[in-house]
């Protein structure tokens, strides 16, 4: 069963009121797995949500029990960000994609297409509101997002152009496939969707599409997929999210609409919202269809999902190498515990849990990886390169022999007894 959004902008707390919501931010700020948090950042958490809290036009709640406060969407939290106080909003993009997307498909791709989950969704009347969410504050530093520093160009490369490294950072794991080195302005991804197991309230394990820009103790980026983060969302469901940063995450940045900047449209798709079916090892595969691209007229990111439904987009005000182009894109698992690199090392799982296996497919699996940079249609990269922090924790596996398409494969279980 598919729920649709027709109200606006933008409340959603899990399984309560709006009223409900700092009380419960205190509880989950003050301790956290054993972990007591500064009175500064329970006040900040606390400042922040009252800021982003606006007068409901309607509560709904949802077939998963989530309760969504809706407002009008001129009025959504977006346009607090200082940079958005003119911004005109943009209803839909200046072109269509999917046409595009349509002309990458193979025949095969055509005749069979797996079936894919829908996003929770609900019914309601208005067309010129739209509803989204706000979830739990969590400190924005915990989501610190960056490649590794490592020279992954082949030797056959001659641009000249100046690439752009990054540093692997503390208390992550990342199982990825990356290009970098031209001008992207989109990318897309079928993601398979599984639950994988999340240790710590604190911990998180994330499958995206990222774009990113900048430099390494700076980048920006953007990125789209499913995660399963008990700290923002109070439960282990797998949820569709969006998340961005202009500083490497160091003091802007956050997921979903948790922050002002991410500007939302569709009144079908509220951002953190669950998704189901789910997939099942040796059951049946579920795929989500994430696509970020660039409008060129307006230079917004917009952010699709499911090859038709465009669900809003961050503005290029927000950014300043972003707001030009990406030089690197991903595609792949991250992890998120203070226990990565620990012994014992955290058992929050990336993919489903599985090292990435391409005969059986019981792994976390991304397909039909496609960027859009200077060409007129989305295309493979013409180069890729793998990468993984902890192979003993989490792996990958690129499949490109004897297929019309390439594939790629990651995800591990952390702990276990070849990563103690």
Not at 93 to 110: A, G, L, N, Q
Request: charged share 25%.
């Amino acid at each position: 069963m598919a729920k649709k959004l027709n109200w606006g902008g933008l409340i959603r707390l899990r399984g309560m009121v709006i009223i409900l919501g700092l009380s419960l931010i205190r509880y989950y700020g003050v301790l956290v797995e054993g972990d007591i948090f500064s009175k500064q950042k329970v006040l900040e958490a606390e400042r922040k949500l009252s800021q982003l809290r606006k007068p409901a036009v309607k509560s709904i709640q949802s077939e998963d029990g989530d309760i969504i406060d809706c407002i009008d969407i001129y009025k959504q939290p977006a346009f607090d960000h200082p940079a958005l106080k003119n911004h005109t909003m943009q209803m839909a993009p200046s072109y269509d994609p999917t046409k595009e997307t349509d002309s990458t498909m193979t025949k095969f791709e055509r005749l069979k297409r797996k079936r894919k989950p829908q996003v929770s969704r609900m019914s309601e009347e208005s067309e010129k509101r739209t509803c989204s969410e706000l979830a739990r504050l969590r400190p924005m530093e915990e989501k610190k997002h960056s490649f590794s520093r490592r020279h992954v160009l082949p030797e056959s490369s001659t641009s000249d152009t100046n690439r752009t490294v990054y540093l692997q950072q503390a208390n992550h794991s990342r199982a990825i496939l990356l290009t970098e080195g031209y001008r992207y302005n989109g990318a897309k991804g079928d993601i398979k969707v599984w639950t994988p197991k999340v240790d710590f309230d604190d911990d998180y394990s994330t499958s995206q599409v990222c774009l990113v820009n900048g430099p390494y103790w700076a980048f920006e980026s953007v990125e789209s997929g499913w995660a399963v983060n008990p700290s923002v969302y109070g439960d282990r469901q797998t949820r569709f999210m969006v998340y961005w940063t202009v500083d490497g995450s160091k003091k802007t940045g956050c997921f979903d609409l948790t922050c002002p900047g991410f500007v939302q449209t569709s009144h079908e798709i509220a951002l953190g919202a669950a998704i189901y079916p789910i997939s099942v090892p040796y059951g049946l595969p579920y795929e989500i269809i994430v696509y970020i691209f660039k409008d060129p007229v307006t230079s917004n990111w917009w952010v699709q999902y499911g090859e038709k439904i465009n669900i809003g987009y961050w503005p290029p005000e927000l950014f300043r190498a972003l707001s030009v182009q990406a030089e690197a894109v991903e595609w792949g698992g991250e992890v998120y515990s203070a226990r990565v690199g620990t012994n014992p090392h955290t058992k929050t799982a990336m993919g489903n849990g599985h090292f990435p296996d391409f005969i059986s497919g019981t792994s976390g699996t991304i397909k039909r990886i496609r960027i859009h940079d200077n060409s007129a249609a989305l295309k493979f990269p013409e180069w890729v390169e793998t990468y993984v922090d902890e192979f003993n924790c989490y792996d990958v596996e690129y499949a490109s022999d004897y297929l019309e398409d390439p594939e790629f494969y990651y995800g591990g279980p952390g702990h276990n007894v070849m990563c103690p």
